[in-house]
């Protein structure tokens, strides 16, 4: 697997989303690959921020603030296109 197909597939594999064989597929990457182990620390921390929320903050009123996750989404995604060689 490379880094761009292992990055993608952090966050489910932090929460045990992926597949057995995904999943030691992005594991065996993750402890060869120092910058991706660097990415899953960064994720692991922001997922623990995020279930520390108390439950109103995550249930309270988003309608403000889609727009502005819909760009980051976007911008993310885009961000992950491979440019012209």
């Known amino acids: ?13 932090d929460m045990a989303a992926l597949d057995p064989r995904e999943a ?10 120092p910058a991706c182990a660097g990415d899953m620390d960064e994720i692991r921390t922001a997922l623990a921020a995020v279930r520390r ?3 109103e903050d995550m249930l309270g009123n988003w ?8 760009e980051a989404a976007v911008r993310a995604a885009l961000a992950r296109i491979p440019g012209p060689e």
């Open 1 to 13: 697997m490379k880094c761009e197909q292992v990055r993608a597939r952090l966050a489910a594999y």
């Open 24 to 33: 030691v597929l992005v594991d065996s990457h993750v402890r060869a690959c």
């Open 53 to 55: 929320l108390p439950e």
């Open 63 to 70: 309608s403000g603030k889609v727009p502005e996750l819909r």
